[in-house]
């Protein structure tokens, strides 16, 4: 079976109700242009509810940057995954650099929302892994990826459910994009994990980059066997790069 290209836009800490409106009508305009390609769109949890009425009658899906770890309860300031569903949320961001860094996602607390959202219906764990700089350097991003890998899935069973979204965090908000090949490389060793782990189902699930993915470097990214598509943070804000990463990831499909 041929995997779906997938195009995730990560607005981040950014946007408003007007860039809704206006990134829903430039999809809309242009969605003839990649209809084989999933597109999600994941705003500030706030955003849900103006995304959802924008898109109503289109082929676009929500989802969440995060999620807690718990399924209700006194959690002040949280999302839990039931209320994100209702939201119109079918994805959620899980363990982005981010989080881990600034926001206290250690590798327990991403295996225990990775099975809140594994637990909900019609949710789709997007889990993000990824080296820094340094480890790079040192040789270790095999070592680190597969780490992460294991430490938020080791207790999962099944991966239909499931999206993993490779970001080198040396290379995200840089500019400074991971070559094709080097993506590749590691989406391979991702791909090979996953197969190991879940069979021949790991075959089937997506692995998506992202780091500084923009129109002009979408195509070749997208080329590679192993990258099902991209995870867009910076250029999923503005709606002509977005609309052209997306066209992108359509030659993938033919
Ligand atoms: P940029 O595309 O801005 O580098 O961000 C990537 C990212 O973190 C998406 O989750």
Redo the contacts with the bound molecule.
């Keep these: 079976m041929q995997r779906q290209p997938l195009v995730i836009a990560?607005w981040?800490m950014n946007g408003d109700r007007k860039l809704v409106t206006t990134m829903a009508e430039a999809l809309r305009e242009h969605a003839a242009d990649y209809p084989a390609v999933q597109v999600v769109v994941c705003p500030p949890a706030v955003l849900l509810e103006a995304w959802q009425q924008a898109v109503f009658y289109d082929q676009i899906y929500l989802g969440a940057q995060d999620v807690n770890e718990h399924s209700h309860g006194a959690h002040t300031g949280e999302h839990s995954c039931s209320l994100l569903a209702e939201a119109g949320a079918s994805f959620v961001?899980l363990g982005?650099?981010?989080r881990r860094q600034w926001y206290g996602d250690s590798e327990p607390r991403i295996a225990a929302k990775v099975s809140q959202v594994l637990a909900q219906d019609n949710m789709t764990a997007v889990l993000?892994v990824g080296e820094s700089a340094e480890q790079r350097q040192q040789q270790q991003t095999f070592a680190v990826v597969a780490a992460q890998l294991a430490a938020a899935l080791g207790q999962v069973a099944r991966c239909e459910q499931l999206v993993i979204?490779y970001?080198p965090i040396w290379?995200?908000?840089?500019g400074a994009t991971a070559s094709p090949e080097q993506a590749q490389e590691v989406h391979a060793m991702i791909r090979q994990w996953l197969t190991e782990k879940f069979g021949s189902a790991g075959r089937e699930v997506r692995i998506l980059y992202?780091?500084?993915?923009k129109a002009d470097n979408a195509a070749a990214l997208f080329a590679q066997t192993d990258i099902d598509g991209g995870?867009?943070?910076?250029?999923s804000l503005a709606a002509d790069q977005f609309v052209a990463i997306c066209t992108a990831a359509q030659t993938r499909s033919s």
């Design positions: 990560n981040k961001l982005h650099s981010e993000c979204a970001e290379a995200i908000g840089t992202g780091g500084s993915v995870l867009i943070g910076g250029a």
